[in-house]
Nanobody, 123 residues
Framework: QLQLVESGGGLVQPGGSLRLSCAAS????????IGWFRQAPGKEREGLLC????????NYADSVQGRFTISRDNAKNTVNLQMNSLKPEDTAVYYC????????????????WGQGTQVTVSS
């Protein structure tokens, strides 16, 4: 059974950092591109970053450029999202998702989703 589990969310002050992790199981991780998305209350889900099966990175959102980075460890079946210089507008539920593709081209087509982890940026 394919499963994605996010962890690492929480409350952080503006300007702080958090590292989210996505643990994958039940599928051949190497064949999948993994993306991070978020959804704030009252807003549509937003694609943030994607990492291909070979480690190529794609940024879907200008708002996180230079602040968020994505990495993956195929040996551990995990993908991390390092978030720095956090702002109150980064407050959202963060999701990781998987797409059977070697590419991150386009933010659609992600068919498997985790349950999400809450990130709150507030003083």
């Amino acid at each position: 059974q394919l499963q994605l589990v996010e962890s690492g969310g929480g409350l952080v002050q503006p300007g702080g950092s958090l590292r989210l992790s996505c643990a994958a199981s039940g599928f051949t991780f190497d064949y999948y591109a993994i993306g991070w998305f978020r959804q704030a209350p009252g807003k549509e889900r937003e694609g943030l970053l994607c990492i291909s099966s070979t480690g190529g990175r794609t940024n879907y959102a200008d708002s996180v450029q230079g602040r968020f980075t994505i990495s993956r460890d195929n040996a551990k079946n995990t993908v991390n999202l390092q978030m720095n210089s956090l702002k109150p507008e980064d407050t959202a539920v963060y999701y990781c998702a998987a797409r059977r593709s070697y590419s991150c081209l386009g933010s659609g087509g992600f068919t498997y989703w985790g349950q999400g982890t809450q990130v709150t940026v507030s003083s």
